[in-house]
Nanobody, 120 residues
Framework: QVQLQESGPGLVKPSQTLSLTCTVS??????????WGWIRQPPGEELEWMGA???????YYSPSLKNRASISRDTSKNQFTLQLSSVTPEDTAVYYC????????????WGQGTQVTVSS
């Protein structure tokens, strides 16, 4: 069974870059037709899709993030990383890494989520 685990700092200062890593177990991130993405949920709000990286390395992002997000991967470690620049308190949320199969419509596996707070 695929397992995803987020890691990264729980507190980030405004204007800094948030960096989270997702470690994937029992499944290669380069396997054809799988996408690996990030979703977040601010307090009291709905889930927000942020972006994804495909098995090929192609990346896709939500326009709402206005080019602040970047997703990369380390295939030797079977990890993918989210970087979100110029964070503000509005970026405070629980961040989830997820897996999609064939399309980025419905994730079939989720990490447990990690709380990130943006505050000085």
């Amino acid at each position: 069974q695929v397992q995803l685990q987020e890691s990264g700092p729980g507190l980030v200062k405004p204007s800094q870059t948030l960096s989270l890593t997702c470690t994937v177990s029992s499944g290669s991130i380069t396997t054809d037709y799988y996408y690996w993405g990030w979703i977040r949920q601010p307090p009291g709000e709905e889930l927000e899709w942020m972006g994804a990286i495909a098995w090929s390395g192609s990346t896709y992002y939500s326009p709402s993030l206005k080019n602040r997000a970047s997703i990369s991967r380390d295939t030797s470690k079977n990890q993918f990383t989210l970087q979100l620049s110029s964070v503000t308190p509005e970026d405070t949320a629980v961040y989830y890494c997820v897996r999609y199969h064939r399309t980025v419509i419905a994730a079939d596996y989720w990490g447990q989520g990690t709380q990130v707070t943006v505050s000085s």
